[in-house]
């Protein structure tokens, strides 16, 4: 394979190394890795933590809550921003409850998610609340957005309504779905761990990385947070895949 | 039976566009419909195909019929191919195979074979209208309207457009029924030139031209004759 690289790969790569680099020192000067341990000490407990028999029930836990999120907030997103899309009277109804919702500390959401649900759905239910008015907005942004003229066209055309909507419709608002999808799931991953140190299920990352804060294990906290941030990235790049499936006219 | 519009009425903004406006066009020829800009062409167009509905008045002979359309833009699906923007129109009833087989063959007569495949963006603005009009055609249509769907485009293009058009339009003789404010195309392609005024909307003049469209040339000392004829009554 031909990897051609730019000027913006240096540059990003210079960027993740500074990074590195100002962790290092305050590694140094702290010489404590109860406080910042070395970076290459935390890449070492990367790769335990990966090769450990416990890897897969707490990584595939979390992973599990932020697929089940994600798709009844999709449900939900595509079903309420469809008709919302379509009648301005119920856009004008859902409009104060997604506002309402986005706006909420998610610490609220959690603590009363604590009272009402068990422990493993908690963290699902938070993805839920977080995933979902990204989704819904977008889904009405796409339905607003469709070209006039198109419609024009395919009505004076009498094509029929649900060719209409299977033919000019959603192909129109898929690259709306794919982005609200995207920070949809950029968010997710965040809530659903926050839900799991709070909620404390048996298995979850959050749940990992609150126990290991307890017993001041600073280098499993920062190993457990970088595994969370290549899921978060592996997922994106799953969702950037299918944009270039899915939209391949552009 | 000829196709007419009989005492139309029609107001925006309580100013009458048209008041007991009467006109009639011969069906199987291309009829052009020339005026200045605003003057309510594209209402006709839009009351003739049904989508818009007048105060009063007649259509004679459209009832049953179905139509084609060719706009100013190509409004083609950006998602959709060649192939299949003009699959996207055609009749559910047909099959999928009679579909593809009917859309191949006017994609080969707007001599676009070989783009079948390729998405609106990748064509370039002339190779899009092309493929509107095999759309156009491919429909099977009784009238085809047309409401400026040259304006914008040079003089050269212009005239292949036209080439393209009535080369198909030869094949099956369909009703056209076309708006310009644009004299040249009007003589380049109509065979029925009529030229309308500012509103409330009367029939200045109008013209027969019995050329063929592919051999008719703006240089010719008749056509320039009649240009000067239709500026003057636009300007009138």
Redesign the interface.
């Known amino acids: 394979m031909n990897i051609s690289f730019t000027k913006k790969h240096y540059i990003g790569i210079a960027s993740v190394f500074s990074i590195l680099a100002v962790w290092k020192m305050l590694a140094l000067y702290f010489d404590s890795s109860f406080i910042v341990p070395h970076p290459e000490e935390t890449l070492l407990t990367v790769i335990r933590l990966i090769g450990s028999k416990d890897f897969l029930h707490v990584a595939g836990a979390t992973v599990m809550r932020g697929i089940i999120g994600f798709f009844i907030s999709a449900i939900l997103g595509l079903g309420v921003g469809i008709i919302a899309g379509v009648s301005q009277g119920i856009n004008a109804f859902v409009n104060p409850i997604l506002i309402t919702i986005r706006s909420t500390p998610v610490i609220s959401l959690i603590l009363l998610a604590l009272i009402w649900f068990s422990s493993g759905m908690v963290p699902v239910f938070i993805a839920m609340l977080t995933m979902f008015p990204f989704i819904c907005t977008n889904v009405v942004d796409g339905i607003k957005s469709v070209d006039k ?2 419609i ?9 309504r649900s ?1 209409i909507i299977t ?2 419709y959603i ?2 608002i ?1 690259p709306f779905i794919i982005s609200g999808a995207s920070s949809a799931m950029g968010i997710g991953w965040r809530a659903i761990i926050i839900g799991e140190v709070l909620s404390q299920p048996r298995y979850g990352i959050g749940t990992t990385m609150q126990s290991a804060q307890t017993f001041l294990n600073v280098d499993v906290v920062i190993a457990w947070t970088l595994i969370a941030v290549l899921i978060s990235y592996v997922f994106e790049k799953i969702i950037r895949w299918s944009e270039h499936k899915i ?4 | 039976m000829g196709l007419e519009v009989k005492d139309l009425t029609k107001s925006y903004n309580g100013i009458d566009i048209y008041r007991d406006f009467n006109l009639s066009f011969p069906e199987g020829t291309i009829t052009c419909i020339l005026g200045p800009s605003g003057c309510g062409k594209t209402t006709l167009l839009n009351i003739i ?1 049904g ?1 818009t509905t007048p105060e009063r008045g007649k259509l004679i002979g459209f009832e049953g019929k ?4 060719i ?1 100013q ?1 190509a ?1 083609l ?4 191919s060649v192939q299949g923007n003009i699959e ?2 055609m009749s ?1 009833e047909l099959s999928v195979h009679e579909r593809h087989e009917q859309a191949s063959s006017f994609i080969r007569l707007v001599d676009l074979e070989g783009f079948a495949g390729y ?3 990748q064509l370039s603005g002339g190779m899009r209208q092309r493929v509107s009009i095999a759309r156009a055609f491919a ?1 099977p249509s009784d009238i085809i309207l047309m409401d400026e769907p040259l304006k914008g485009l040079d003089l050269p293009l212009k005239q292949s457009m036209i080439r393209w058009f009535s080369q198909i339009w030869k094949a099956d003789r369909r009703t056209v029924i076309f708006v310009t404010h644009d004299v040249d195309e009007a003589l380049l392609l109509g065979k029925e030139i009529i030229v309308l005024s500012r509103p409330p909307v009367q029939v200045v003049t109008h013209e027969e031209i019995e050329e063929l469209p592919e051999s008719r040339s703006l240089e010719n000392d008749m056509f320039k004759s009649l240009k000067h004829v239709l500026v003057n009554a636009l300007e009138a």
């Open positions: 003229d198109l024009e066209m395919a009505r004076f055309y009498k094509v029929g060719k033919g000019l192909p129109a898929m939209v391949i006219w552009k | 195909g989508i179905s139509f084609s359309y706009f833009e409004r699906l950006p998602w959709k996207f129109v559910s998405y609106p963006s429909c």
